[in-house]
């Protein structure tokens, strides 16, 4: 731990933020952080991204300010080789670590990866997104160490916690959160001292969520109002959002629930509005009932009222509720 870069992190999220300051609190000191700016993140479409170097400063960490998120540039390539570099936290970097970096690693890099069930079933992107619109009950948050591949390295720890019916990713981002400082703290000694036992995943074949866009985020009344439910908590913020069209305009859904199944005709067509509450809230049917949102953005100059259709807009009919097998 005395050595020169022995905690390294790469990050460039307030999960980041949050893991660095949480073993800065236990005692120990961060050697370097290698993290991006916000025009390169905005390039990257990183969510949920935070300037970090201010903190940095304030807590006197070096900063590595990255040319490429992939640390593949000739400039990250030549800056990083001359760099000792010991054990490497990448916590909030979406990104592979390059083969060549991690081959110079004393210890090696350690990452987070989860899936509502156990590595390597939900290997890939956004996992908690996906676990949410799939309804699921719970959530494995894995401390592992990196190799080339994609979230198949060996695990070292693990972290299970619930998946509640009134999570969203905001939640659920606190939770994964607080399993990942959890973790850190738990098993950090054990990894300086290179003292620390991995197990491989099991020998199944791998699944993959697949990578998610803000078109992901289109909603088509005609389904279940569950499924529309778990999917609106599924992208709002720090995400893109939800949404869904009134005429030629875009509306962000950001929050509601569903509502109810009874009040009104079930033969009614889905996406109609079907009240406006004074204070804004919106009633739209649905495939099976009824779904009230609570939180939306939409143009100053729209007029809602009762009766009004949302729909899906020009966007070809594509399944965003469920996972791909």
């Known amino acids: ?142 401390l592992f160490k990196y190799s080339p591949g994609v979230d198949d390295g060996d695990i070292l720890d693990t972290q299970v916690f619930d998946i509640n019916p009134f999570d969203n990713a905001k939640t659920m981002h606190y939770k994964s959160t607080l399993a990942m400082t959890g973790l850190l703290k738990k098993d950090l000694e054990r990894m300086l001292n290179n003292e620390f036992e991995l197990r491989k995943q099991m020998d199944i074949n791998p699944t993959y969520y697949p990578k998610r866009t803000e078109e992901d985020g289109i909603i088509f009344w005609d389904k279940d109002t569950i499924e529309i439910y778990n999917l609106v908590r599924a992208v709002t913020r720090p995400f893109h959002g939800a949404f869904t069209f009134y005429n030629e305009s875009k509306i962000m859904v950001w929050n509601g629930y569903p509502f109810d199944s009874r009040l009104f005709d079930p033969y009614i067509l889905t996406g109609t509005v079907l009240h406006l509450f004074s204070n804004g809230d919106i009633i739209v049917k649905t495939g099976d009932g009824t779904f009230i949102i609570t939180e939306y953005e939409l143009d100053d100059d729209i007029r809602l009222r009762s009766g009004d259709t949302f729909h899906s807009g020009n966007y070809l009919y594509k399944n965003p509720y469920q996972y791909p097998s």
Request: proline share 3%; with cysteine.
């Open 1 to 142: 731990m005395k050595n020169n870069n022995t905690i390294v992190f790469a990050g460039c999220k307030d999960t980041t933020l949050e893991c660095m300051s949480s073993l800065i609190e236990a005692g120990y000191k961060i050697d370097l952080l290698i993290t991006i700016t916000a025009e390169l993140a905005q390039k990257n479409m990183v969510a949920g991204f935070m300037d970090l170097r201010s903190y940095a400063t304030a807590n006197n960490i070096p900063v590595y300010v990255a040319d490429s998120y992939s640390l593949k540039s000739e400039k990250d390539r030549v800056m990083l080789a001359g760099i000792e570099i010991q054990l490497l936290l990448v916590i909030g970097w979406q990104r592979l670590i390059p083969e060549w970096m991690l081959a110079r690693l004393g210890i090696g890099a350690f990452g987070m990866h989860g899936s509502s069930h156990a590595l390597p079933y939900g290997r890939g992107r956004s996992p908690m997104n996906w676990s949410l619109i799939q309804n699921r009950a719970s959530f494995i948050s894995n």
